[in-house]
């Protein structure tokens, strides 16, 4: 088994506010080795998958982003509603529900109908960024998970990488997100991959023209052109969005947007405006300013769209309502 050195920006962030009824101490009594067994899951999980740290990550993310933070994105279709892991965003992509189950199957042993699985997705978000040497952000808990899907607003609300930084922008604005998440939760693409064909249309007669993206680093796009080849065959190829550090949590994205080596084209797109771009290059030299801003954007990611108190449920599993 694969041990991991763990290097842990020390910052406890904590927002000024409860949301609604969640609590930072909402499960001590009820499931007072949540975190353990949460953080022993996505331990195991990340020794067999050094990726799955990272889609555990974005599978939050498209979650809280699309309906907020209920755990839809976790359901299975059913007679009722199509699976947001059908929309466009998630389909063939989106990951690791294996190991939220798994974590699910181990909380009901220790504390039956307990812990939503809303909760253990979002500690199992923090847990992957921690153990990624990331930072560790504390987490008010007490989410509910909803009783339904919505494949429409997954498929209309998530981020693309195709898109413009303005609607990029107003896609988090709406959730009541600010300009600083954007930039700050775009930095969760220092670990992870990304298939060849959500940036190859950067590598290959770009605009029309015969050359790259003029934006694009040319080393890098000599050695993505081999990576992603001109054909349909290699839409899927998978491509590392930190070839630097591909597995640890840090600034070094920030650096390579700096030097036009972002793989994303929405990604690059935050040096083009001076707004995002001032902050990229804090980023870029001030790894602990990320960390402390990263942590405190997930915190209010997590709070986007929650249910709590007596509405929803808690699911007994995870891909299906009860």
């Given at each position: 088994m694969q041990y991991y050195t763990i290097f842990v920006f020390c910052f406890l962030v904590f927002q000024p506010f409860?949301?609604?009824?969640?609590?930072?101490?909402?499960?001590?009594?009820?499931?007072?080795?949540?975190?353990?067994?949460?953080?022993?899951?996505?331990?195991?999980?990340?020794?067999?998958?050094?990726?799955?740290?990272?889609?555990?990550?974005?599978?939050?993310?498209?979650?809280?982003?699309?309906?907020?933070?209920?755990?839809?994105?976790?359901?299975?279709?059913?007679?009722?509603?199509?699976?947001?892991?059908?929309?466009?965003?998630n389909r063939n992509s989106a990951r690791g529900f294996e190991v939220i189950d798994t974590i699910k199957a181990n909380l009901e042993k220790a504390c039956p109908g307990t812990v939503s699985?809303?909760?253990?997705?979002?500690l199992a978000a923090r847990e992957s960024v921690f153990l990624a040497g990331g930072p560790y952000y504390a987490l008010a808990m007490g989410r509910r998970d909803g009783l339904t899907a919505n494949i429409t607003t997954a498929n209309t609300d998530i981020p693309s990488p195709f898109e413009s930084l303005e609607n990029i922008i107003s896609k988090f604005t709406t959730k009541g997100l600010d300009l600083k998440d954007v930039v700050s939760l775009s930095g969760a693409h220092t670990i992870g991959f990304a298939q060849c064909f959500t940036f190859k249309p950067r590598l290959f007669n770009f605009n029309g023209s015969a050359a790259p993206d003029p934006q694009l680093d040319t080393s890098l796009a000599a050695s993505l052109q081999t990576a992603c080849p001109n054909q349909d065959s290699s839409d899927t190829n998978l491509v590392p969005l930190d070839s630097v550090t591909t597995t640890?949590?840090?600034?070094?994205?920030?650096?390579?947007?700096?030097?036009?080596?972002?793989?994303?084209?929405?990604?690059?797109?935050?040096?083009?405006?001076?707004?995002?771009?001032?902050?990229?290059?804090?980023?870029?030299?001030?790894?602990?300013?990320?960390?402390?801003?990263?942590?405190?954007?997930?915190?209010?990611?997590?709070?986007?769209?929650?249910?709590?108190?007596?509405?929803?449920?808690?699911?007994?599993?995870c891909n299906v309502v009860n």
């Open positions: 409860v949301y609604g009824q969640l609590d930072y101490k909402f499960y001590d009594s009820t499931c007072p080795n949540l975190t353990k067994i949460v953080r022993f899951g996505i331990w195991s999980a990340m020794a067999n998958d050094t990726r799955i740290g990272a889609s555990l990550l974005r599978l939050h993310f498209h979650d809280c982003i699309s309906n907020g933070c209920e755990g839809s994105v976790l359901l299975d279709e059913s007679s009722s509603f199509r699976s947001e892991k059908d929309a466009f965003p699985c809303t909760d253990i997705l979002t640890k949590f840090d600034n070094i994205y920030f650096k390579r947007l700096v030097n036009n080596s972002g793989i994303l084209g929405s990604d690059q797109a935050l040096m083009s405006d001076n707004r995002t771009a001032s902050m990229v290059i804090n980023y870029s030299k001030f790894p602990y300013l990320f960390a402390k801003d990263f942590g405190a954007s997930m915190i209010k990611l997590s709070t986007v769209g929650v249910i709590t108190g007596q509405n929803g449920q808690v699911r007994n599993k």
